[in-house]
């Protein structure tokens, strides 16, 4: 077996044998994993950042991944990443360990892409993530006062 390096959240760490792994099972390696409820990539709970590019870690092979930067919910600390889940502890948006991690690395990359959002593109970048607690209206508020609080307004 070979093992694998990946850029987790900015640092390179080592996941024994984990050429063969999906990304989802190297990053349980690495006690870094977000939920995995379907393990099909339809209910968006383990979504992280490869690249810049949000992709379902059950789905992905982890030797795929290369040299491409790895960034899970825990990892979002660029300007963005802080608003959103500052945000997200705020609201409460953050409250449901199941499909929040996914939320927030959804949320982020829609607001990497442009702070200036609206409710109806925050609904459309939330559409691959399952929630079945508040109905996604926690999640929108959220989203909303991130990008207020990137584009200098209040959170």
């Given at each position: 077996?070979?093992?694998?390096?990946?850029?987790?959240?900015?640092?390179?760490?080592?996941?024994?044998?984990?050429?063969?792994?999906?990304?989802?099972?190297?990053?349980?390696?690495?006690?870094?994993?977000?939920?995995?409820?379907?393990?099909?990539?339809?209910?968006?709970?383990?979504?992280?950042?490869?690249?810049?590019?949000?992709?379902?870690?059950?789905?992905?092979?982890?030797a795929?991944?290369?040299?491409?930067?790895v960034?899970?919910?825990?990892?979002?600390?660029?300007?963005?990443?802080?608003?959103?889940?500052?945000?997200?502890?705020?609201?409460?948006?953050?409250?449901?360990?199941?499909?929040?991690?996914?939320?927030?690395?959804?949320?982020?990359?829609?607001?990497?892409?442009?702070?200036?959002?609206?409710?109806d593109?925050?609904?459309?970048?939330?559409?691959?993530?399952?929630?079945?607690?508040?109905?996604?209206?926690?999640?929108?508020?959220?989203?909303?006062?991130?990008?207020?609080?990137?584009?200098?307004?209040?959170?």
């Amino acid at each position: 077996m070979t093992d694998l390096v990946l850029t987790l959240n900015g640092t390179p760490r080592t996941v024994p044998n984990g050429a063969n792994l999906t990304l989802i099972e190297a990053l349980r390696v690495l006690n870094a994993a977000p939920p995995a409820l379907c393990g099909e990539g339809a209910c968006g709970s383990c979504l992280v950042l490869v690249g810049q590019e949000p992709v379902a870690a059950c789905l992905t092979l982890a030797a795929l991944v290369g040299a491409a930067p790895v960034e899970t919910a825990a990892g979002l600390a660029d300007p963005v990443g802080k608003a959103v889940r500052a945000a997200f502890a705020a609201s409460g948006a953050d409250a449901c360990p199941l499909c929040s991690a996914g939320m927030m690395v959804a949320a982020t990359h829609a607001l990497r892409i442009s702070p200036w959002i609206t409710d109806d593109e925050v609904r459309a970048a939330l559409l691959g993530q399952t929630c079945r607690c508040s109905g996604y209206d926690l999640q929108v508020t959220a989203v909303m006062q991130a990008a207020a609080a990137l584009q200098g307004g209040a959170a």
